[in-house]
């Protein structure tokens, strides 16, 4: 398996606009978290999904943050408008049983 | 709410060193404590798990123990290389958690050759 794979690799967008960040989690994997990683705040859980069910979004830090997971393969994180703080690498990882294993990262600038 | 922290924050040592990285987090009812591995631009590579119920586990060079009741876990590398050198993160899952982890801020090392 290729691991999980995150598109883009590297993000930059003006304040104000939609930023989608993708991930492909491990097949047969039945767990998907999405973090971020900041030097402030170092590594943040944002939502935890099981079966593609959404179970704790309550990391999410406002209404311009959403993510999705249509399926088992596919997931997404959201956010419009974009801000300056949300620059950050934002992570996805997905597990099944205790070990979680991480995407490389999606680096997000915004100007 | 749980909280974990990493001590120190940055290290530096001379290749051969045996070392060892601190990790502590508040709150005892756990599920089980992990130690990554991330190296830069690079996601997180788990290294050690450890159940609630055991005391500590060993990967080659590496030993991580575990004291549940004063809310402590240490990661101790032996005979340290340049290779080792990247940032160590701990993370504990809390009982009741479901897969969730809470992570420490993690630690700096650099093994200089």
């Known amino acids: 398996d290729a691991g999980v794979i995150q598109s883009p690799r590297h993000e930059v967008t003006e304040m104000g606009q939609e930023v989608t960040l993708r991930c492909k989690p491990i097949?047969?994997?039945?767990?998907l978290f999405w973090y971020r990683q900041t030097m402030m705040r170092g590594l943040e859980l944002l939502i935890y999904?099981?079966?593609?069910?959404?179970?704790?979004d309550s990391g999410m830090p406002e209404d311009r943050f959403s993510a999705k997971m249509p399926n088992a393969s596919f997931s997404t994180l959201k956010i419009q408008p974009s801000e300056p703080r949300d620059s950050a690498v934002y992570f996805c990882?997905?597990?099944?049983?205790?070990?979680?294993?991480f995407g490389a990262g999606t680096r997000l600038s915004v100007l | 709410k749980q909280e974990v922290t990493q001590i120190p924050a940055a290290l530096s040592v001379p290749e051969g060193e045996n070392l060892v990285l601190n990790c502590s987090f508040t709150?005892?009812?756990?599920?089980?404590l992990q130690w990554f591995r991330q190296d830069p631009g690079k996601g997180l590579t788990s290294l050690l798990l450890?159940?609630?119920?055991?005391r500590e586990q060993t990967s080659g060079r590496l030993n991580a123990s575990l004291d549940k009741s004063s809310g402590r876990s240490t990661l101790y590398i032996a005979a340290s290389q340049p290779g080792d050198s990247a940032t160590y993160l701990c993370?504990?899952?809390?009982?009741?958690?479901?897969?969730?982890?809470?992570f420490g801020g993690g630690t700096r090392l650099m093994v200089k050759p």
């Open positions: 990882a997905s597990s099944w049983g205790n070990i979680q294993y």
């Open positions: 097949s047969g994997h039945n767990s």
């Open positions: 999904f099981n079966n593609n069910v959404p179970i704790d």
């Open positions: 709150d005892s009812a756990i599920y089980n």
């Open positions: 450890i159940q609630s119920s055991q």
């Open positions: 993370a504990v899952e809390s009982n009741n958690a479901g897969n969730m982890l809470t």
